[in-house]
């Protein structure tokens, strides 16, 4: 938690820089649990217009009953319709809330993923990279264990599991856009070079959380 918000909240308020943290995806109760710990509480209490916004799937978080989409609406989850492409609607207010200041998390994977093996990301961040009015700070975490505390088709967690999480340095998107302007690349070459640097810190990431992750639960 000190990590985080001394790396990743005083590069967003000193430079006024858009923030977007990416991570993998293993449980549904990735997001508010884990957020829960690396956000202090008084930061959840007065300062919620820097709380993040979250892309959920819409057949998961917003259908059914109507009080399940609004409790998590008023969380900041943004409703994402799988398929529906890197222009729709969730990822434009992404591209606004990023424009205003306001950071923004994704689970790159595009789903929960309860293998240990990173699954192809997608390429939604480098669009937002691109789209942005300034060059995002990408923040990169992996995470272990969560798939113990609510595994797949869950519904009541498990208490008593070890959860591991490893936060990576901050990823500039700057040089990274000025190499694309350089050497000419296409919008769509540019975007997939952007996620193709985010998936490989966090396959980076992943090979340290494993080695750390199985000696913890010794």
Known sequence: KQWYQRR????????????ITVSNHMS???DPMLWGVLYRTKRLLTGWDQVRWVPGAHEICFEGHPAKGLFLSLGKTISCKR???IYQPCMEFCVTELNNYRPIHLFVE???NETRELLR???????LAIDSSRPPIIIPWVHRGMDNVLPLYHTIPKIGNRVSIEIGEPLDTAPLLEDCQRFKFSTLATRKYISDTVEWELRKLGQIIDDRHSVDQR
């Open 28 to 30: 549904c109760l990735d």
């Open 121 to 127: 990301i997608k390429w939604g961040v480098g669009r």
């Open 8 to 19: 990743v909240r005083g590069r967003f308020e000193k430079e006024r820089r858009p923030v």
């Open 110 to 112: 595009g789903k929960v």
């Open 83 to 85: 398929g529906a492409g």
